[in-house]
């Protein structure tokens, strides 16, 4: 394993070495692993938690020796604490997930083994179901002139639907719509593709509609900036990269005028793609290529909606009823 300087990082509750180590497994996870900055950052923070909670449980700071003596008894306690603080399950998994990707890391690094890491079982998280909008409602979300009486310019209008138009049309993530080259959107009549590149900087191609794609040539053809082809296709109010923030705020505006739940968000666009290809007739397999899922496992949640919408139709229509 490679043996590269890491960033310096300050541990009050442990001492230095477990630092280093710290900032060496980070180091990795990014450069080899190439996980994402913010798993990186919720890693990082879940370590530090673990290792102030440690500190506060044995009475001293925390050693490399003392970490990879580490007991059973006291994993639960520290999760018992998380759990405590009204942390949700999900959220436990992925602390205990980073616990034990640090175990690990200093295995291989032959700083010892932290068994009781894998002695503990993983909390439970409740499946939750997205929530898909209706077909009229996703639609309309994508019109800028749902937001005419904004005082807002229209370029601005214009561009925000062209995004919300990508997240449904081709069931994109916020991140992957916003992180699109003018160059890789074909202009309408052109090509019908795009080539998007998603978590883990996986690339994949996605179906695009033409109708989307004159929406995004509308929103080009009155931007104020110059948009150079390797540029990202989608700028700010000053020509900057284009925030997340931005659409999601957006998005919200469009919630009160349509009158729709909390639960639709730039989010809710891509699930509501998913949802409605499947209720469609969509392929599963299919499905899970578009979006971009690395498990099949994380499409078949979709079929619980789908289920569920069938079930309702089975129950008000069935002539034995």
């Not at 490679?2 to 230095?16: F, N, R, T, V």
């Not at 032959?110 to 077909?135: E, Y």
């Not at 666009?269 to 007739?281: D, E, M, N, P």
Request: charged share 25%; net charge positive.
């Amino acid at each position: 394993m490679s043996k590269a300087a890491a960033p310096p990082i300050e541990l009050a509750s442990a001492d230095p070495s477990i630092a280093q180590e710290m900032a060496r497994w980070l180091s990795h996870l990014g450069a080899e692993r190439r996980l994402s900055p913010k798993t990186l950052e919720a890693y990082g923070r879940d370590l530090r938690q673990c290792l102030d909670f440690l500190c506060a449980h044995w009475g001293e700071r925390v050693t490399l020796e003392r970490f990879a003596a580490l007991e059973a008894t006291d994993v639960r306690a520290f999760m018992a604490m998380r759990r405590a603080d009204d942390i949700a399950g999900r959220s436990l998994m992925r602390a205990l997930a980073g616990l034990r990707s640090f175990g690990r890391f200093l295995e291989r690094e032959g700083k010892g083994k932290v068994g009781a890491l894998s002695a503990i079982r993983a909390p439970k998280v409740a499946k939750s179901l997205p929530k898909p909008l209706p077909m009229a409602s996703a639609k309309r979300l994508a019109d800028a002139d749902e937001r005419a009486g904004e005082e807002r310019e229209t370029w601005i209008l214009v561009r925000d639907a062209a995004v919300m138009a990508l997240l449904y049309g081709s069931g994109l993530r916020i991140s992957e719509a916003l992180g699109l080259k003018r160059r890789e959107v074909p202009r309408p009549g052109e090509g019908d593709v795009l080539v998007v590149t998603g978590k883990g900087n996986k690339t994949r191609m996605v179906p695009v509609l033409q109708n989307v794609l004159e929406l995004v040539q509308e929103y080009v053809a009155i931007c104020p900036y110059p948009l150079p082809a390797d540029g990202p296709i989608f700028v700010g109010a000053r020509g900057g990269p284009l925030s997340p923030r931005i659409i999601q705020l957006a998005m919200e505006r469009l919630r009160g005028a349509l009158g729709l739940p909390d639960s639709a968000t730039p989010h809710a666009l891509r699930h509501s793609f998913a949802t409605h290809l499947l209720s469609r007739g969509g392929d599963l397999r299919a499905i899970q290529e578009l979006l971009g899922h690395s498990s099949l496992s994380t499409t078949q949640v979709y079929t619980g909606i789908d289920s569920e919408r069938l079930l309702e139709v089975y129950a008000s229509a069935h002539p034995r009823r």
